[in-house]
């Protein structure tokens, strides 16, 4: 192989590995979420996941309960939502149901990313 076809070899393999790490670290829900007084955290997980542990000041809304959607009808339009599951998959079909009702909504993710993204502590 010659020279110059090495190096191109090389720049595009570093470039494929910078991608691949950048990409790597751009997943898995926002950096940093402001909490604020306004703000509701709604764990989406069911009622027994919930006492197993969740975000403190949260309140539960069971994605999977039947009464998820009427319960999400209620919520204030004005409010700011932010919202959590166990791995990040429910907390996305939430949110996108809360978006469809007009709410003011931040998928958080899975509930460590959650509590690292919101600075909230874990309590049973």
């Not at 764990?43 to 006492?51: C, G, I, K, N, S």
């Not at 919520?75 to 079909?93: I, P």
């Amino acid at each position: 192989m010659r020279r110059r076809d090495l190096r191109a070899v090389v720049a595009l393999a570093a470039a494929i590995a910078l991608t691949t790490t950048v990409a790597g670290c751009a997943g898995g829900g926002p950096a940093s979420i402001v909490v604020t007084d306004e703000t509701v955290v709604v764990d989406v997980r069911t009622p027994a996941e919930y006492a197993e542990g969740h975000l403190e000041g949260a309140v539960n809304i069971d994605l999977q309960d039947a009464g998820f959607e009427e319960a999400i009808t209620a919520l204030d339009d004005d409010g700011e939502y932010v919202v959590y599951c166990r791995s990040g998959n429910r907390s996305a079909q939430a949110a996108s149901l809360m978006e469809a009702e007009g709410l003011d909504v931040i998928d958080a993710g899975g509930v460590d990313e959650a509590a690292d993204a919101t600075g909230l502590p874990i309590v049973p």
